[in-house]
């Protein structure tokens, strides 16, 4: 078990988001055309449970590996709310897209995940990943992108269920300055 490490985030802002073609739960590919238009968010997660499999207790021990369900449903209980503001959400990981549409379904997401178990975005960002039972994984990251360009990224979110929260109130701020 690889505990995850985390340094700032910042060298992102400015960057140009990467070009990708993601396979989504949706059954369409999200691709170069989705993310070059218009403002996103991109929540980054390591792995979505299931009701029916037990985590390791090691899980739950990893800074920022658990809280992936949470987060999920505190941004899809946000979604009109960062709609409104004029953002899309993705939420991404490197889990195939079968196993997410479970987890999409089950919670009634109101927005695709995105399956990237290649890390294509992940290399072309420089994002945080960690090694776990064997299986190379996302740290919990988020990016919000406008345009292609990237205004924000967080490493180190340690409160799954508040950071939908706090990051709109950051947008919704940041919509109403002049």
Do not use: N
Request: with cysteine; net charge negative; proline share 8%.
């Amino acid at each position: 078990m690889d505990t995850p490490t985390h340094e700032s985030a910042d060298y992102l802002v400015g960057r140009q988001f990467p070009l990708a073609a993601l396979p989504s739960t949706t059954g369409e590919t999200i691709g170069p055309m989705d993310f070059t238009g218009g403002a996103f968010v991109l929540f980054i997660y390591p792995r979505t449970g299931r009701p029916d499999r037990v985590e390791p207790p090691e899980w739950s021990m990893l800074p920022g590996a658990k809280g992936c369900t949470q987060e999920s449903c505190s941004f899809r209980d946000l979604a009109a709310d960062y709609a409104a503001i004029g953002y899309r959400i993705f939420g991404l990981s490197s889990q195939d897209t079968e196993y997410q549409r479970e987890a999409a379904e089950r919670l009634h997401l109101p927005y695709p995940l995105l399956s990237d178990p290649g890390f294509v975005v992940a290399t072309a960002c420089g994002l945080p990943t960690f090694g776990f039972d064997g299986e190379m994984l996302h740290a919990r990251s988020t990016l919000v992108v406008r345009e292609r360009i990237i205004t924000h990224a967080f490493f180190d979110i340690t409160d799954a269920a508040a950071h939908p929260q706090q990051l709109l109130d950051e947008l919704q701020l940041s919509t109403l300055a002049p």
